[in-house]
């Protein structure tokens, strides 16, 4: 079993940054994936962005490219997503959750998610 625990949602203007944090633990492993979904009111949970454990290759959702990146604290067995430039779009319920890897889109395909972190970007 794989825990996992996100913080660092807030409420934030648009424009500004917030940093998440996912940290893991358990039966931890470096072969995971560690994927980024959201999910707003009335809407589908959709992805976000995933990072492979071992050698933090990372790969984004053309909607936030460029604006978030991942990261991973291995010492920590944490993950981050830096959210910079954000939109009232973003605002959402953020998850972590994980997998063997690869990572995939499709959220089903995940054994182990966080609780959610509440992230919401104001004008």
């Known amino acids: 079993q794989v825990q996992l625990v996100e913080s660092g949602g807030g409420l934030v203007q648009a424009g500004s940054s917030l940093r998440l944090s996912c940290v893991a633990s358990g039966r931890t492993s470096r072969t995971y994936a560690v994927t980024w ?3 707003a009111p009335g809407k589908e949970r959709e992805f976000v962005a995933t990072i492979r454990f071992s050698n933090d290759q990372t790969y984004y959702d053309d909607s936030v490219k460029g604006r978030f990146t991942a990261s991973s604290d ?3 067995h944490t993950v981050y997503l830096q959210m910079n430039s954000l939109k009232l779009e973003d605002t959402a319920v953020y998850y972590c959750a994980a997998r063997r890897w690869p990572g995939t889109l499709n959220p089903l395909m995940y054994d182990y998610w966080g609780q959610g972190t509440q992230v919401t970007v104001s004008s």
């Open 74 to 76: 291995k010492a920590k």
């Open 37 to 39: 979904f959201r999910q």
